[in-house]
């Protein structure tokens, strides 16, 4: 093993440890790593995975569904598992370059 920490891990590493202020609206794949491993013992032994790209795909998930799942399970130990939201990026950054534009999506917002 290296030291090197996958990035799900971490990801999951700093909920817990409450070093992530709020949620950001992202999701990932998540593959068991048993199932991950079943792939590659099939491939090694499969004459027709020779030379083939093999790609592992399981449940998507968003980062507050892990949170949620997170809390749900670990009871204490998920205790500085954020439950605030980050705001949506996408919205914010319409707002602050095109301002009451509907170009590109944006929806029409007026400065105060």
């Known amino acids: 093993m290296t030291r090197n920490i996958s ?3 971490e990801i999951v590493s700093r909920m817990l440890e409450g070093t992530v202020p709020a949620l950001p609206r992202v999701g990932f794949s998540i593959v068991g790593v048993r199932d991950l ?4 013992i099939q491939a090694m032994l499969s004459p ?9 795909v399981g449940d998507f998930l968003w980062v507050v569904e892990i949170a949620k799942l997170l809390r749900d399970n670990f009871g204490q130990q998920a205790s500085k598992v954020p439950t605030r939201r980050l705001p949506d990026l ?3 950054l319409c707002r602050l370059v095109l301002a009451g534009s509907a170009v590109y999506g944006c929806p029409a917002w007026k400065a105060h």
């Not at 491993?37 to 590659?40: G, I, M, R, S, V």
């Open 37 to 40: 491993a079943d792939l590659h």
């Open 7 to 9: 990035g799900s891990v």
């Open 90 to 92: 996408r919205r914010s």
């Open 48 to 56: 027709d995975a020779g030379g083939q790209s093999l790609l592992a």
